[in-house]
């Protein structure tokens, strides 16, 4: 492992937006994660940790620190099969590991392929298999947090390898228990409990239309990721051309009785049921219908043309003009709704 300094930190991230890094490294190995954190540890500097840099923002100055990317590369199936299948001759699902810096759409390519179901609507989503645990992926009806079985990370605080299981990792809406203690985890792989010949999950609307439109009643899991590949080219921009996060704000999640006051003021709203009788409200409709926000510009930073959810970033765009455009967003939103909305993107410096 080689220590750099003063590394531009744009070209790994997506919105390719960025100052320089005090220090920079590239880990490949766990003996890689554990000498990075010790060397933050000995020069007493802050760390974090880049994967495909899918859902960051970092500052124009930079980071002082040191930025380990995490590179880890490597996948395996360990098949499980109980007794009954075992009797019936059927082919049981099992567990499927990769190690965090796998590119995720290529390890949900993998899946598929396999004949695994279950991952195939996350297809088409950049970033790496670490942070789908982060950031508990979610889209089209279905979140990483479903399939994972356990997480292997580096424990920075007790500085040690440790097994995190599911219930371990307080999967929630976008989110986790390696966001409540950031910093604390160096995750290094992660297992997926999968199934061969599952059903397919296609209750999503997009996906509902999609399949009717084509008079297919039971899609494959490929037929599911060449849908959502679609539907995403056709109202996402492409991140490899473009500067973008994605999706930069979560869908707020309001009471049932404050959804109820909205709905009368906004009789389109969609609002979708969450536990505890709360209601997940779209935000992509509000910025495209109330605040009529489609294609604003900031500087060389704007919302996309048919997505007002998602930033876009021109060459020279600044994290300072990604800011701006977001404060005004939710000042917007908070102005019409009285809701009060938050960043998906993680914010660096």
Known sequence: ???????????????????????????????????????????????????????????DKGFRGLVILNEMKGVKYEKVNSKKEKE?????????????????????????????????????????????????????GVTAGQFIHAVRAFDTREMK??????????????????KH?????????????????????IEYKDLKEYFAGKKINAPT????????????????PDWKLWGTAGSFFKNPVISAQEY???????????????AGGKVKLALAWILDNICHAKGMMNGNVGTYEKQALVFVAKPGATAAEVVGLAQELMKRVKDATGVTIEGEVERVN
């Open 1 to 59: 492992m080689t220590i750099q300094e003063n590394v531009k930190l744009a070209p790994y991230t997506t919105f390719k937006i960025g100052g320089p890094a005090d220090f920079f490294c590239s880990v490949t190995s766990e003996d890689d994660v554990r000498e990075a954190v010790e060397y933050a540890r000995e020069k007493k500097i802050p760390f974090f940790v880049v994967g495909g840099g899918s859902n960051l923002l970092i500052s």
């Open 88 to 140: 019936d001759k059927k082919e049981a699902g099992g567990i499927v590991s990769a190690a965090a810096g796998e590119s995720w759409d290529g390890f949900v390519e993998y899946a598929v392929s396999q004949g695994f179901s279950g991952l195939e609507n996350l297809s088409s989503i950049p970033g790496t298999v670490g942070a789908s645990a982060v950031q508990n992926l979610g889209a089209y």
């Open 161 to 178: 390898f440790v097994e995190l299981s599911n219930a371990d990792c307080d999967f929630e809406y976008r989110d986790s228990v390696f």
């Open 181 to 201: 203690e950031k910093g604390r985890y160096v995750i290094t792989g992660v297992d997926f409990k999968l199934e061969k010949g599952g059903k397919v999950n």
């Open 221 to 236: 899991p490929r037929e599911v990721r060449e849908a959502v590949i679609s539907i995403r080219a056709n109202k996402l």
């Open 260 to 274: 109820a006051s909205l709905k009368e003021k906004y009789p389109g709203l969609p609002g979708f049921p969450e």
